[in-house]
């Protein structure tokens, strides 16, 4: 196939995996700073949701007065400077899908088109509280049927395996972040984990990510930070588990060399990454440090990025 | 427009003393028997439709970089199966001559040293490309897809009104029309025998592979080459690309080695046969043409005249289409084919000839004049809607000029009736059906794009100026 289609569908399924997650950021900062302060504690939600989705810097600088709800909702959502705000990931995901209309199908493309053309409906300006809630809500399902129908209707062949390695890419990555963020507001190195306090916290994370009842399912237990981690990265049963997509990367990967009848980096630099996860457990992690797991996690994650657009998309 | 105004122009459907016409008895039937609602709603699904599978135009000069539709109308445009049969005979005739026009343009020019086409109309023609002299594409054809745009002026008169074998657009239409057409009026189809048109792009893969290099494998590849998202056609491009089952390719995923075509694969550089191109010549090689083009693909023309790839339409056609060429289609067909012409032209005046520029200039008022290289229902004039003002200037333009234009009588286009906003109300038509040579054979999918000029009395129905469509429905009377 065209290395030009193949880009696009790797970077469609990136763009809408990503407006995904940005809009079940907003939507648990929007359920946290509901509540009162005795439950959710002192940590601002906001300024969270903001080193979540990886823009602090450009947002401090645009916003000096801070993370605001009106700000971090402006920013994250519509800012026409975020090139990654929710809004401008549909536009791109769009626009990719429209330059490879022919790689796509059609339900797929519908999905995004009218995604896209709600969204250009809506006034993001002095917006409702309930609209908002709406339109996260919509992104979230947009990304759902897109992530369905491309399972359910694309052929079997590189081009459905590169559209599904930027969702796992792209999943891992926003994974890891949340992951490294959440902890380090809520793990001070000194204070006792566990008690109620941070109880609101811990689900959150789960419920960000879509675990929250399916935790109960494999644990069995309370909402405990480690028992999260774990849940989290190494469980190969938790679908957005960094383990997960790395065995899927390694599946299309090995497809794609399979028929292409090669391999190269990228299918060198997804195993041992997998290799790492499968064999890692979780007191380690924690013993060499949880934050330093996760930065080399995000790296590796970023170099198999760049081997997949230097063997095939370029 | 009065009623009175209105029964001097031949409607398709209605006949004037109330009857209704072969063909379209079932659909007048199902009209008069809907609600008003029904046919409202039924619109809105269609631009529900439209606006959902993403059937969009760009507008140029419309900086907002809007995706418009074009407007559909929901009442169907109907031919006999009879009348088109003869359309047909006419329509491969003409598209015959005009591949025998264009290769002789390029190749020894017969018709000029019989002194029936003048020269300077071949070699002065903007579209004229040198490059293609002595040079004969593969399989002989230079045309292997033409429009032909036709309208009607009574119940047996049929008159080309412009020939386009360039790139011509607007067929997806027809096929997404149909299929629209198909979800929105299942009881219609249930109860009339429609010709198909969903084949045309098998008939054009088909076309397209009769046509390929000797150098390519008995398994031709071919592709499709767009300018990309943001040409007006691109709707158009993706979506016959994806019913072939071709690559739709940009010039920078193609590129020439060793005078072969290749495109960048995920698996490395894999050869190209046949390219249909969407692009406009001056634009396809910017080492031939345009150097300024960022479209195109260095040494495209090199490979051609190797004989290692098919562009398709060749390079240089418009030679046959032009406005000036076109008056004298009448004796082309004769002069090639033998044969007197099935389908008539409408009667042109050359302002290029001094006697037949004196006769425009007195009737400015009831002639249209058009440009001769123009398109797009731009750089003409519509004498009788037209201000004396309006009128004064073009004559000045036509004086400095002559060359530049033809003028013809302003037609009595047929109409038939639309769905408006005040209700059905007959508005006026014309026809593009598509034509398709390969080297084997020709081949014209029952049917076309009708496109209608939704304004009242307009005769205007290019969708730049506010045309519409209407799916075309070949009936079995």
């Known amino acids: 196939m065209l290395s030009r289609m193949a880009d696009n569908l790797y970077w469609l399924s990136r763009y809408t995996e990503r407006a995904e997650n940005l809009a079940r950021i907003l939507h648990v900062a929007q359920r946290l700073a509901a509540l009162p302060s005795a439950y959710a504690g002192a940590s601002n939600e906001w300024e969270s949701a903001i080193a979540t989705a990886a823009c602090a810097d450009e947002f401090k600088a645009l916003y000096p007065d801070g993370a605001t709800r009106e700000n971090v909702i402006r920013y994250i959502v519509d800012s026409p400077t975020n090139p990654s705000s929710i809004k401008a990931c549909i536009e791109t995901a769009r626009s990719n899908a429209r330059a490879v209309r022919t790689g796509i199908t059609s339900e797929m493309w519908e999905i995004l088109n009218e995604g896209w053309n709600e969204m250009r409906g809506i006034e993001f300006d002095g917006i409702s509280q309930s609209a908002l809630t709406q339109f996260l809500q919509r992104v979230q399902q947009m990304s759902l049927r897109f992530d369905g129908a491309a399972y359910r209707t694309m052929l079997r062949s590189d081009q459905y395996w590169f559209q599904r390695l930027g969702t796992f890419i792209e999943r891992a990555d926003n994974m890891a972040r949340l992951l490294d963020v959440k902890y380090h507001l809520l793990l001070p190195e000194k204070e006792p984990v566990g008690g109620g306090l941070d109880y609101f916290q811990w689900s959150s994370i789960l419920r960000s990510v879509n675990a929250l009842t399916s935790y109960h399912w494999v644990y069995r237990e309370n909402v405990k930070p480690w028992l999260v981690a774990d849940f989290l990265i190494l469980r190969p049963e938790q679908p957005r588990s960094l383990i997960s997509c790395y065995m899927a990367l390694n599946d299309y990967l090995d497809q794609i060399a399979e028929r292409y009848g090669r391999q190269g980096p990228a299918q060198h630099i997804a195993r041992s990454t997998t290799a790492r996860l499968q064999n890692a457990d979780m007191d380690q992690i924690f013993q060499s440090g949880l934050h330093e797991f996760l930065v080399e996690f995000i790296e590796d994650n970023n170099r198999l990025g760049a081997a997949i657009t230097q063997q095939y998309l370029s | 427009m009065s009623a009175a105004a209105a029964a001097a122009f031949f409607d398709e459907m209605n006949i004037p003393?109330?009857?209704?016409?072969?063909?379209?008895?079932?659909?007048?039937?199902?009209?008069?028997?809907?609600?008003?609602?029904?046919?409202?709603?039924?619109?809105?699904?269609?631009?529900?439709?439209?606006?959902?599978?993403?059937?969009?135009?760009?507008?140029?000069?419309?900086?907002?970089?809007?995706?418009?539709?074009?407007?559909?109308?929901?009442?169907?445009?109907?031919?006999?199966?009879?009348?088109?049969?003869?359309?047909?005979?006419?329509?491969?005739?003409?598209?015959?001559?005009?591949?025998?026009?264009?290769?002789?343009?390029?190749?020894?020019?017969?018709?000029?040293?019989?002194?029936?086409?003048?020269?300077?109309?071949?070699?002065?023609?903007?579209?004229?490309?040198?490059?293609?002299?002595?040079?004969?594409?593969?399989?002989?054809?230079?045309?292997?897809?033409?429009?032909?745009?036709?309208?009607?002026?009574?119940?047996?008169?049929?008159?080309?009104?412009?020939?386009?074998?360039?790139?011509?657009?607007?067929?997806?239409?027809?096929?997404?029309?149909?299929?629209?057409?198909?979800?929105?009026?299942?009881?219609?189809?249930?109860?009339l025998r429609v010709a198909p048109v969903d084949n045309y792009p098998d008939a054009l893969l088909e076309t397209l592979r009769s046509v390929a290099p000797r150098s390519a494998s008995r398994d031709p590849t071919v592709v499709l080459l767009t300018p990309g998202p943001f040409n007006s056609a691109y709707y158009e491009h993706s979506f016959l690309a994806d019913k072939m089952g071709v690559e739709l390719v940009e010039g920078r995923d193609l590129l020439v080695r060793d005078n072969v075509v290749y495109m960048r694969t995920t698996e490395g550089p894999r050869r190209v046969d046949v390219i249909y191109r969407r692009i406009d010549d001056e634009y396809l090689d910017p080492i031939a043409f345009n150097p300024g083009s960022m479209l195109g693909v260095p040494g495209l023309m090199s490979a051609y005249k190797a004989g290692n790839v098919t562009i398709s339409n060749a390079i240089g056609t418009g030679v046959g289409d032009d406005k000036a060429i076109y008056s004298y289609m009448p004796e082309i067909i004769e002069f090639y084919l033998g044969e007197k012409p099935l389908l008539s032209n409408v009667p042109t005046h050359r302002c290029r000839e001094p006697e037949a520029l004196r006769y425009v200039l007195s009737r400015l008022h009831e002639l249209v004049v058009k440009e001769v290289n123009g398109s797009g229902g731009y750089g003409m004039l519509v004498g009788p809607h037209a201000t004396k003002a309006e009128r004064d200037t073009f004559a000045a333009k036509l004086k400095a000029h002559p060359d530049d234009f033809i003028a013809q009588p302003t037609l009595a286009l047929s109409t038939v009736p639309c769905f408006v906003d005040s209700g059905l109300a007959p508005r006026h038509v014309d026809l593009r059906p598509y034509v398709l040579c390969g080297a084997d054979g020709v081949r014209c999918v029952p049917g076309g794009l009708t496109r209608v000029a939704l304004k009242e009395g307009s005769l205007v129905v290019n969708s730049s100026q506010g045309g519409g469509t209407k799916d075309t429905w070949v009936v079995e009377t």
């Open chain 2, 17 to 191: 003393d109330g009857g209704v016409r072969a063909g379209y008895e079932a659909i007048s039937e199902w009209l008069k028997q809907a609600p008003r609602e029904l046919l409202v709603n039924r619109k809105l699904e269609a631009e529900h439709f439209f606006r959902r599978i993403g059937i969009t135009f760009n507008v140029y000069g419309d900086n907002q970089g809007t995706e418009r539709l074009i407007p559909f109308d929901i009442v169907p445009r109907v031919l006999t199966a009879a009348e088109w049969q003869k359309l047909v005979r006419g329509l491969e005739q003409r598209v015959k001559a005009l591949n025998a026009f264009v290769a002789d343009s390029y190749n020894g020019r017969e018709i000029v040293a019989a002194g029936i086409v003048p020269e300077e109309l071949i070699l002065q023609n903007p579209a004229f490309q040198p490059e293609m002299t002595d040079f004969m594409p593969p399989g002989g054809i230079h045309v292997h897809i033409a429009g032909i745009d036709i309208v009607r002026v009574d119940a047996d008169t049929f008159y080309v009104l412009e020939d386009n074998a360039r790139t011509p657009s607007g067929v997806s239409y027809m096929l997404e029309n149909r299929e629209a057409m198909m979800r929105l009026m299942p009881e219609l189809f249930g109860s």
